[in-house]
């Protein structure tokens, strides 16, 4: 019973429950990259960046680690390729969905992404907005292309054709493309087994697997063909 003269004690208000924020790992070599989309990721009232990682071995152990609901990775790392990371987190984590954010062609690699386990694939050029709105949809369950991709890959289904090839880069397995773009930034061979961890013998079979598609006649033919193909990709 209240005794005269006291205030009643107001009744404690109930606890809010808030969702808690959607975790996001950045997987990218580009510190400078990372850092911007940490800042326009970390102002979303639903999303936050868990962490950053700059190559496959440090991303693979943050996602043991921080757990996070969705990974943005790119095709290009520091010492590794995202596309290999990419099949390795979908065997191990088969239901996390991740996003491929690359300056890499999306005709040359959207299809490879996804084929890999990815959900959607950007490019580095799309305004920051727009990585947002494809975080939500991979985040969703649902495929992130750009419009021209969309209408590229639906044409093949409609008209019942396989996948046209508008470049004979696109005959390429992933590794043989990977092989590829090492042999164009000037690595040679006993330098690209070690970044892959292959043998120098599995190289030398790709690179003749290579120039083979190619039509290209030797190896001196197949370095400056690498290394005009990457400059170009650098430049667009």
Known sequence: ?????????????PAVNRKPKTKVLLVDDHPVLRRGLSQLINQESDMM????AEDAPKAFEAVGQLEPDVVVVDVSLKGSNGIELLKNLKARYPNLPVLVLSMHDESLYAERALRAGGLGYIM???AFEQVL?????VLKGDIFLSEKMKSRM????AFGKGKVVNSPIEKLTDRE?????????GHGTRQIAEELHLS???VEAYREYIKEKLNLKNATELVQHAFHWVHHQEAA
């Open 177 to 185: 493309l990977e092989v590829f773009r090492l042999i164009g930034q």
């Open 1 to 13: 019973m209240q005794g005269p003269g006291k205030t009643p004690t107001p009744p404690t208000p």
């Open 154 to 157: 639906l044409q093949q289904v």
């Open 133 to 137: 709105v494809a975080i939500r949809q």
């Open 200 to 202: 120098v013998r599995t």
């Open 124 to 126: 580095k050029d799309e």
């Open 49 to 52: 960046v868990c962490g950053e």
